[in-house]
Antibody, heavy 121, light 107 residues
């Protein structure tokens, strides 16, 4: 059974660094063709892709966030991490992690429940 | 970046209606498109992958199709449980991009 769960600070202040963790089970990032992605959604708005990390440590980022993103993984402990530097109120959103795969059938198939992050002074 | 123009942004339909939502891709995405359903307070759920393939557990009244650069999600006979937001995602090219979403309401 595949599960993912995000965790984060809840609230942080502008200019701080947001650190998010995705803890998953039911698959491994040592498996060829699998990865984890991060997506966010401001309340009442659409979805925005942020970053992907793959089994081979290949990483991809959304350039709209101007180099503020860092994605990493701990394969042994089934976790991925996303850091966003210099946050401001526009980063207030629900953040999701999702399983991705090189095969379409298993890409974006399992999502975490999401974690709400509020940036406020 | 590939732009995904999703329409309509919202719609209201009656139970039993046939409903179609469309995403137009600004460049060729070669069927690399997923449709998601999202209910209030919930995570997105994949409904259609690779443009036309039904995801596991999705009712057969849902279908996906392609005509040129237009990708469509169709519900053949609307049921009350289909009230939700729907999103498309292209995964042909980075950065991955979503459509702006469609809010589907029941009349």
């Amino acid at each position: 059974q595949v599960t993912l769960k995000e965790s984060g600070p809840g609230t942080l202040q502008p200019s701080q660094t947001l650190s998010l963790t995705c803890t998953f089970s039911g698959f491994s990032l040592s498996t060829y063709g699998l990865g984890v992605g991060w997506i966010r959604q401001p309340s009442g708005k659409g979805l925005e892709w942020l970053a992907n990390i793959w089994w081979d440590d290949d990483k991809y980022y959304n350039p709209s966030l101007k180099n503020r993103l860092t994605i990493s993984k701990d394969t042994s402990n089934n976790q991925t991490f996303l850091k966003i530097t210099s946050v401001d109120t526009a980063d207030t959103a629900t953040y999701y992690c999702v399983r991705i795969g090189v095969t379409s059938r298993i890409s974006f198939d399992y999502w975490g429940q999401g974690v709400m992050v509020t940036v406020s002074s | 970046d590939i732009q995904m123009t999703q329409s309509p942004s919202s719609m209201s339909a009656s139970l039993g209606d046939r409903v179609t939502i469309t995403c137009q891709a600004s460049q060729d995405i070669g069927n690399k498109l997923i449709w998601f359903q999202q209910k209030p307070g919930k995570s997105p759920r994949p409904m259609i992958y690779y443009a036309t393939n039904l995801a596991d557990g999705v009712p057969s009244r849902f279908s996906g199709s392609r005509s040129g650069s237009d990708y469509s999600l169709t519900i053949s006979s609307l049921e009350s449980e289909d009230m939700a937001d729907y999103h498309c995602l292209q995964y042909k090219q980075y950065p991955l991009t979503f459509g702006s979403g469609t809010k589907l309401e029941i009349k």
